[in-house]
């Protein structure tokens, strides 16, 4: 295929930017012998010139027909026809890794006469049923914009259509074709939703980059006791310890595991269940680390004992995990210091030395609820149910924390908002645990019904797994005391074009921490022009670090280190380049 669409068969790795990262990964595992699902990929270049015209550019709907023809070749299945029917997952992948932000339509292809041929195909038409049903309320949600809590799997396919009729005041396509193009342009349409943009913007991803959109064949995770599906990270994303950490679902799909409503079990399960496919993973996982020198978060489904790879890419983590993982890697020469010292952000290096738990306060403290830890640190504020509340209270000065039944990628602007995030359902792998790593919020899930109840409370979150009533006292950590840190500031020192010093016996230089008129990075920087030394413990914060190496400073006397070093490597870096 040429123009707008790429097969992936593993000889070739094409451009990240023009396929996405979804596509990227399963083109590398392909060229890599493992196994993964055939697929092949509309281009971020056919999404831009979707968003600027408002159509499908010409040839695209073509070419989407020869790589369906091409999907049929490689599996022996027939889309939307014949015994044995090619079901489709339709995803979003952009360039850069933007997790739960936009939207994936699985199952697509399955009608009436497809439930009966898959019914027939695999002798459980209670599987049949569930897949068709899955494939409504997905379309329904993501195509329709009009979710329905639970579509009835004894209802007859009339009663489906009538409740998504109502529900989104249009009734749904019948031709599976014509469902496909409607689902491409979904995932495109994803691109600007205000989700999508708000979380851009927080991460400083270019808004004309675009999504591409890759249809793969499905496999079942939901078909029997030997199927199931999952995730699994090649490191623990919590606590950067270096043993795979991953959570299993049992004859269910992927979006089950992601969506939160349900909870997973650990890894260990699929061990028990199915031996030789996570054996497999574990080796895979091994290899994908190795060959792409990062940690891998890597999706995964299991058909009748069969193991399947989705996706891989590089895993989201908590600040401390960062940190950890980046010195470790260093260690066991899977990467150079120069790259560690990419791994860890500024924000993920002040991150780390945010206030924790001081010694006790837990002890004399009402412990509310408990969950799983799903982002380590320490929070309080009020509790707020409502994103859209969160971010206003937010906006107005107050500490919130977002609680939620379980988030979706319609919660991302009040996740940037509060200090931190509880949820009543879900694990580590889920939605709001995926998300508020990537953020570095304190977040604790599954903490069970009762966290709605708490709307309205002075609560305090600790990352580590506990709920507790009103705000605790904290107390900060030493980052020259811990190792990992230590090592860190070490290396950046060393490199780094500006001195960060905690204290020197001089008191020359100009102190910012005065400069009450400059505290934004602008006036900061004029303020600071023409000084070599500068001291204040705002410069410790990133943005003030970088404004006093713009402005040529060449001493800093701040405390903590770490993060104004970071943050001057990296614009010295940018700027060399």
């Known amino acids: 295929m040429t123009g707008w669409t790429l097969r992936l068969d593993g000889s070739t790795l094409p451009d990240k930017a023009l396929i996405g990262g979804k596509a990227w990964s399963i083109a590398r595992m392909l060229g890599m012998g493992l196994d993964v699902p055939p697929a092949f990929v509309v281009t971020t270049a056919a999404c831009n010139a979707y968003l600027a015209d408002g159509a499908m550019p010409a040839g695209l709907v073509e070419e989407i027909d020869a790589g369906l023809a091409w999907l049929e070749q490689k599996t022996g299945r027939r889309f939307a026809q014949g015994e044995q029917r090619l079901l489709l997952s339709v995803r979003s992948g952009a360039a850069i ?19 009966a041929a898959l019914a027939a195909e695999t002798g459980q038409p209670g599987f049949a049923r569930d897949t068709h049903r899955r494939f409504y309320e997905l379309y329904a949600a993501i195509v329709l914009k009009a979710p329905l809590d639970h579509l009835d799997p004894h209802a007859g396919l009339d009663t489906w259509r009538s409740a998504i009729r109502d529900a989104a005041g249009e009734d749904m396509p019948v031709s599976p074709r014509d469902q496909l193009d409607a689902a491409i342009r979904a995932v495109f349409d994803s691109w600007n939703t205000r989700r999508a943009k708000r979380y851009r913007q927080h991460n400083g991803i270019a808004d004309d980059m675009g999504t591409a959109v890759t249809i793969q064949a499905m496999v079942f995770g939901n078909l029997d006791e030997d199927s199931g599906t999952g995730v699994l990270f090649s ?17 269910a799909q992927g979006e089950d595991v992601v969506s939160g409503r349900f909870t997973p079990l650990p890894l260990d399960a699929m061990r028990e269940r199915v031996a030789p496919a996570h054996d497999a993973l574990l080796a895979a996982c091994a290899l994908l680390e190795r060959e792409n020198g990062d940690v891998q ?22 600040p401390e995990a960062a940190a950890r993982i980046a010195v470790e890697m260093v260690g066991e020469g899977l990467i150079d210091v120069d790259t560690a010292l990419t791994r860890v952000s500024p924000e993920q290096a002040a991150a780390i030395l ?29 509790a707020v149910a409502d994103p859209d509340e969160a971010e206003r209270r ?12 379980t988030t979706s990628p319609d919660d991302i602007h009040g996740m940037i908002a509060a200090r931190g995030i509880v949820t009543a359902q879900g694990g580590a792998t889920s939605h709001a645990a995926v998300v508020s790593r990537a953020l570095g919020r304190p977040c604790v899930v599954g903490a069970g019904s009762a966290v709605m109840a708490l709307a309205g409370r002075i609560i305090t979150v600790d990352g580590s797994g506990a709920v507790y009533a009103d705000r605790l006292a904290v107390t900060g950590p030493d980052e020259r005391a811990d190792p990992i840190l230590a090592t860190l500031i070490g290396w950046a020192d060393a490199r780094s074009p500006v001195a960060v010093v905690a204290d020197d016996i001089g008191t020359d230089g100009i102190d910012v921490d005065h400069l009450v008129d400059a505290i934004e990075a602008d006036a900061l920087e004029k303020a600071l022009a023409g000084h070599s030394k500068a001291r204040g413990r705002l410069l410790a914060a990133p943005v003030a670090a970088r404004a006093a190496h713009a ?9 903590p280190a770490l993060a104004a070093l970071l943050a001057i490597l990296s614009d010295h870096k940018a700027k060399a380049a």
């Open 97 to 115: 890794s933007m997790p739960g932000m936009m939207d994936t339509v699985l199952n697509l292809g399955i009608d009436g006469a497809g439930e």
């Open 235 to 251: 490191r623990n994303p919590l606590s950067g310890e270096a043993r795979p950490f991953g959570e299993y679902l049992p004859c």
């Open 297 to 318: 978060d890597i999706e995964f489904t299991v058909q009748k004992g069969r193991l399947f790879l989705l996706q891989a890419r590089a895993a989201k983590r908590s």
């Open 354 to 382: 945010l206030p924790r738990l001081d010694a006790g306060a837990a002890a004399d403290a009402t412990l509310l609820l408990t969950g799983e830890g799903a982002c380590p640190g320490v929070a309080s504020g009020i």
């Open 394 to 405: 937010a906006e107005a000065g107050e500490d919130v924390i977002l609680i939620r039944e």
């Open 551 to 559: 402005a040529g400073v060449t001493t800093i006397v701040t405390q």
